[in-house]
Every structure is written in C-alpha cells, then in structure tokens.
C-alpha cells in the first residue's frame, strides 16, 4: 500500500463547476498535511497547508480527518487557471522531516 | 515567502560524464533539504536528505555513489549525478524547509542524458 494516496484522475470538468479531491495516508504519525499544486513541467507550490478544524481559502477547502487518515480538497467555482495536477503531501512536524507525496490528481478545466 | 534557488534549470550532458545541481536557500539557513527526481507523468520521489555537516540520508534503492549530496554550508546543498546515463535523465527538484513542516521547492533542474 502506498504512503499516500490519491483519485487517479484526471478531472475533467468545465469552467465553474466544483470539483473535489480525496486523498488517504498510512501513517497514523504524521502530524502535517498539505495541498500543493503542480503545473507541467514546474516545480510544486503550496496551495494551502490542511488543519483538522477545516481551512478555507477563497474558493479552496481542505479538510483533515485524521481518524480515518483522510484530506479532501475542494475547488468551488471552478477557473481555467486551476488546471494543474494537485499533490497531496503528509508529513512529520518540522523542518527536517521528509514529506512524502501522492502521485496527483491531474484536473483540467474546460471552457 | 521564503526562496529557493535551484541551478542549472536545464542540462544536457554526454553519457558518462558528470553533473553538478546547486540548491540554495536565499533568504533562511536550512539544515536540512531534500533532493526528489520525477519522472514524466509520475509523482516526485524523495531521493534523499542533505544534512548540513553530515552524510546525506539516501532512500531505499537510491545509489549514494551515483548521486553525491554535498552539505557545505546553512545554504547550499549540491546534487552531483555522476557517470550520468540516459536512464538518469529526469527532472531533479530540491526543496527546504526554513521553520515549519512546509518545503518550499526549488525550480527544478531538467537532466538529459544523451
């Protein structure tokens, strides 16, 4: 089983639709969970870090259920720019612990 | 935010010679940063942890005399690849972490192997 996994994808949806992501991890240890958003050929970039309580950010929520070992990700209202491939990424609690990546869900957005 | 600065973005190289990746924090000491290789259409895969001073901590499967890890200083860590073959070409990223779990990326060196 891998360390984190995600929906294979890819997402195919048209512009302003809502779209939601899911992604469960293996270790019960891991105290850190993000989002990050990688387009092609770039490096990732953090979307949005992910807390029990829920977060929101603009159009984006993230939500942790750490007794199931589950993250979601939503994207209200979909834009063109959103089309990227989104990691899903846990790790330990400081700067020195490895993160271990998802395999992505690839979106695309259709006008 | 904090930056990392990755060079060169993009190598071609002859096979069997060898090639040297900087990884550098701009703005923040890093004691530790990451080295990951992806493949096209795969996920980044952790290749192994730089720690400053010491030996670099390499993951299962990854071969610590192919790929030299260099932590001189709070600020650069280098990637070399060395006797590089076409298998070796791939996209090497490198990332740091300055005072919370959060990595921040560099841009990514791209690697072919001729």
């Known amino acids: 089983r891998k360390e984190v996994e995600q929906d294979p994808g890819p997402f195919n949806v048209p512009e302003g639709a809502t779209v939601a992501f899911n992604c469960t991890y293996s270790?019960?240890?891991?105290?850190?969970f993000f989002w990050y958003r990688q387009d092609c050929r770039k490096e990732p970039k953090l979307l949005m870090s992910?807390?029990?309580s829920g977060n929101e950010d603009g159009r984006f929520t993230a939500q942790l259920n750490r007794a199931s070992q589950y993250i979601s990700l939503l994207i209200r209202d979909s834009k063109l720019s959103d089309s990227a491939t989104y990691l899903c990424?846990?790790?330990?609690?400081?700067?020195?612990?490895?993160?271990?990546f998802g395999s992505g869900t690839r979106l695309s957005i259709r006008p | 935010g904090a930056v990392v600065s990755q060079h060169p973005s993009w190598v071609i190289c002859k096979s069997g010679t060898s090639v040297k990746i900087e990884c550098r924090s701009l703005?923040?000491?890093?004691?530790?940063m990451f080295w990951y290789r992806q493949f096209p259409k795969q996920s980044l895969m952790l290749m192994a942890t730089?720690?400053?001073?010491?030996?670099?901590?390499?993951e299962q499967g990854v071969e610590k005399d192919k790929f030299l890890i260099n932590h001189a200083s709070l600020t650069l860590s280098t990637l070399t690849v060395t006797s590089a073959h076409p298998e070796d070409s791939s996209f090497y990223i490198c990332?740091?972490?300055?005072?919370?779990?959060?990595?921040?990326f560099g841009a990514g060196t791209r690697l072919s192997v001729l």
């Open positions: 730089s720690n400053e001073g010491s030996k670099a901590t390499y």
């Open positions: 992910v807390y029990s």
């Open positions: 703005d923040f000491q890093a004691t530790t």
């Open positions: 270790n019960s240890a891991s105290q850190s």
């Open positions: 990424v846990v790790g330990g609690g400081s700067s020195a612990s490895k993160i271990i």
């Open positions: 990332s740091a972490g300055r005072d919370s779990a959060i990595q921040y």
